[in-house]
C-alpha cells in the first residue's frame, strides 16, 4: 500500500478513537455525578457504552498504532525528536484511554464507585494532546 494511503487509515482511526475516548470522558462526568442510584436507562447506557469502547474505540486505537508505526518506517521518522514528543502524547492518551475504560467497566459492577477525580480532565486533556500532536506532525518544530 502507498504512503498516502496508509496516512488515510491513520487518520481515520485516530479520529474514531479521539471521538471514543470524548465519549468516554463525558459518559462518565455524567454518570458519575452522584445522584443517587442509577435506573434502568443509565445501567442500559453504561452497557452501551461499554460495548463501544470495546468494539469501536480499543481497535481503533489499535490501528492507529499500526497505521502509525507503519507510517513512520516509511518515513525513516525514529529518529526524528518531533516524532519522540508525539509518541509520548500518544502512549499518555494510550494510558489514559486504559483509564477510562477500566473505570467505566468498575462502574458497571461497582455503580457506588467513584472514578479517580482526575477522570473529570479527561477529555480536556484529549483534546489538548490531540491538538498538540497534529501541531508537532503539521510543523514537526524539531
Same mark, same amino acid.
Not at 525528536?81 to 514528543?85: G, K, R, T, V
Not at 494510558?95 to 467497566?105: E, I, K, Q, Y
Given at each position: 500500500m502507498s504512503y498516502l494511503m496508509f496516512k488515510s487509515l491513520h487518520i481515520a482511526s485516530v479520529i474514531t478513537w479521539?471521538?471514543?475516548?470524548?465519549? *468516554?470522558? +463525558? !459518559? @462518565?462526568?455524567w454518570l458519575c455525578r452522584g445522584e443517587g442510584p442509577r435506573s434502568? &436507562?443509565?445501567?442500559?447506557?453504561? $452497557?452501551?457504552?461499554?460495548?463501544?469502547?470495546?468494539?469501536?474505540?480499543?481497535?481503533?486505537?489499535?490501528?492507529?498504532?499500526?497505521?502509525?508505526?507503519?507510517?513512520a518506517v516509511q518515513g525513516d521518522w525514529f529518529s526524528q525528536?518531533?516524532?519522540?514528543?508525539k509518541?509520548? *502524547?500518544? +502512549? !499518555? @492518551?494510550?494510558?489514559?484511554?486504559?483509564?477510562?475504560?477500566?473505570?467505566?467497566? &468498575?462502574?458497571q459492577t461497582d455503580p $457506588?464507585?467513584?472514578?479517580?477525580?482526575?477522570?473529570?480532565?479527561a477529555g480536556l486533556f484529549t483534546l489538548a494532546a490531540m491538538l498538540g500532536i497534529v501541531l508537532l506532525v503539521v510543523l514537526k518544530p524539531f
Open positions: 479521539m471521538g471514543g475516548m470524548v465519549l *468516554l470522558s +463525558v !459518559a @462518565l462526568l434502568e &436507562r443509565e445501567t442500559a447506557l453504561v $452497557a452501551a457504552i461499554k460495548r463501544w469502547d470495546s468494539r469501536v474505540t480499543s481497535p481503533a486505537m489499535g490501528l492507529a498504532w499500526l497505521f502509525g508505526i507503519v507510517i525528536p518531533w516524532l519522540h514528543a509518541l509520548a *502524547l500518544v +502512549v !499518555a @492518551l494510550s494510558a489514559l484511554h486504559g483509564n477510562l475504560s477500566a473505570s467505566l467497566r &468498575r462502574l $457506588a464507585r467513584e472514578p479517580p477525580g482526575y477522570l473529570a480532565y
